[in-house]
């Protein structure tokens, strides 16, 4: 059986203290990586230090950026490129639709980004709210997150996400997340579904002790 992932997106929060204190107190009090692969998705400023923490601690936790460039490392004032994060992280999120929708991110720019990710061999979690949308070559991981479900408290229901799941799963070899209000109470109703194979987590990855929890229901 390959192991669940379960990736928490901490998105645009936490200073670097309140990063620091997250991941001690979780290496604090998780001791299994077992079955499961845990998959922290802090902002740019946290990746670093948090990939030197990680390897010096030995920890079963891996790194996901939350966006890559398009573009090649080079003269693109603001933007990380993926050569700058090429052995840093193992994962980076692509197309969550908080980038589609604010930073007017196209299909066109998501495959570029994939591309550039694939390139630097960083593994793309690519997002999709619909099952129709189309995925990018090369894509291996694919989170489903409908819209209304996301920051809302309002899950989609663990049977339909799962056949949402199974659709996606006809286009292509891929591993299919659930993402949108999981938390420690429903995420074992997702996990449990056959064509789920792990959680994308936002909200409830802030506080190390729900992300903790929301890890030992899955366990
Ligand atoms: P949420 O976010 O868990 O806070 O709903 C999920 C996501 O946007 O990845």
Redesign the pocket.
Known sequence: MKPLIILG?W?ANKSTEEALAWVEDFVKNWSSGGALEIILAPSFIHISFLARFIREKGLALKLSAQNVSQFNKGAYTGEVAAEMLRGLVEYS?IG???RRKNFGETDEILAQKVRQALANGINPVY?ISESQMSIPEGVKIV?Y?PLF?????R?DTPENADSVAAEIKKKGDFKVLY?????AENVYSFVSQPHIDGV??????LSSQEFLSITNHVA
């Open positions: 997106n998105k999120l969550h639709s908080e997002c989170a997150e479900a996301i920051g809302s408290g899950p993402g949108g209000s999981i938390n994308l987590v936002g909200g409830a990855s």
